[in-house]
């Protein structure tokens, strides 16, 4: 690494420890892991679910990487479950090379149905244990990678119903102009992973006037969340959920 790349890292390493999202150390101890459950959605694709508290209506959406694990949040699963049911949804087109996995079109308003179609079937499920039915707006979408991307253009395409968001480990910088000013915006990256318009992003959206965090991964590649990752995705949803500043 050059002298102009360590002094980069060096500052956004100092940034990043005086961000609340890596004061690992207040966060509360983790629970048991929750069950994770495979729910048929009618029409559509399974989806995985981490039920939340009975009383709760907030409803977290998970939307994978390009060819990815729909089960990767599975890490930080029970930190999830403090703030609502997390809903992880499948992408929209198989991946020919990658037997049960998925990808993600272009189809927003396809998305934003099958968004309503999973919310349903897990209200439905809930129903069943006499657990309060899920909200239909005012959502959590939180994607990693390709689902990022998605993430983003579902909250400039509808932002009254995505108005928390978390951008994790995007390939592209996110735009300030289309995201609306009345929504909360995390951006996350690995500390082991391209960072640096993450990063820069960041800066740009809070000068747009957009709601901003940003926060790392540690020790985290890409296609990874890292060995901190219930203390990191705590600290993020924390954020989001509380107005902690």
């Known amino acids: 690494m050059n002298a ?32 994770i459950v495979t729910l048929v959605v009618p029409n559509d694709r399974d989806v995985e679910v981490v039920d939340g508290p009975r009383a709760s209506r907030e409803v977290l959406l998970y939307f994978h990487g390009f ?16 703030f609502g049911t997390l809903i992880s949804l499948r992408g929209d087109e198989a991946c020919p090379d990658a037997p049960g996995r998925s990808r993600w079109g272009y189809d927003h308003e396809l998305a934003d149905r099958r968004v309503s179609a999973a919310i349903a079937a897990v209200s439905a499920m809930r129903a069943t244990k006499g657990e309060a039915a899920l909200r239909a707006n005012e959502l ?15 909250a400039a395409r509808f932002p009254k119903r995505y108005v928390r968001v978390a951008l994790i480990a995007g390939a592209f ?32 959206l809070a000068r747009a006037g957009l709601t901003v965090r940003y926060g790392e991964l540690p020790r985290a590649r890409h296609g990874e969340y890292g060995p901190n990752a219930m203390q990191a995705m705590h600290a993020g949803l924390e954020w989001l959920f509380n107005n902690v500043p």
């Open 4 to 35: 102009k790349g360590a002094a980069l890292g060096l500052v956004l390493a100092a940034l990043v420890a005086a961000s609340p999202l890596s004061a690992v150390a207040d966060t509360p101890p983790a629970p048991p892991e929750p069950p």
């Open 67 to 82: 060819c990815g694990d729909p089960l990767a949040f599975r890490t930080w699963s029970a930190t999830a479950a403090r």
């Open 140 to 154: 959590t979408a939180i994607g990693y990678s390709q689902g990022a991307r998605r993430v983003e253009w579902l």
């Open 173 to 204: 910088k996110p735009s300030p102009e289309p995201l609306s000013r009345r929504g909360r915006f995390l951006i996350m990256a690995g500390a082991w992973d391209n960072r640096k318009h993450l990063f820069d992003a960041s800066s740009e």
